[in-house]
């Protein structure tokens, strides 16, 4: 239990890290990634699909924040799986696979790419930030587990 819940923690930490990031990068970068509109698109969506009426405006932001947040800490938990040796190599690994995964998923599961491939910049820091968003969490799992461990 007490790894699943360090996992859990990690994931958070990774989570709320790339989020901090894409939020204060996106207002001071013309190029920044914006993954936000991404998930706001995909919220709207998927709420249309099922007849219901998606939030709008801040409710719209805050609803794809939060949603966002705990969808990454639960795949960021994922690193902490596996033998501790090889932890960061897991969180860098996750982390550049989330980061592509962004940049290809997109266009499949029918929303704009636009605001993560808009330029190579982009591309290269959306990239970026979930592989530090992978490495936060490892390091964190880490943090915890040593902690837990009385070392």
Known sequence: MKKLISN???GLAGAVAL???HQTVKALDHDAPRVDLVGEEALTKGMEAMNLTPPTGNALFVATL???VLSNAL???TIGFGKKKYLLLRG???GAAAGIGALTLTEP???SDAPVTRTDKTKV???AWYLVGGLVTALAIKGLR???NGI
């Open 8 to 10: 859990f923690v990690g």
């Open 19 to 21: 989020n901090i990031i």
């Open 66 to 68: 939060a949603g966002d």
């Open 75 to 77: 795949y960021f938990s």
């Open 92 to 94: 860098a690994a996750i």
């Open 109 to 111: 599961l029918g929303l």
């Open 125 to 127: 820091l959306t990239v």
């Open 146 to 148: 040593s902690k837990s």
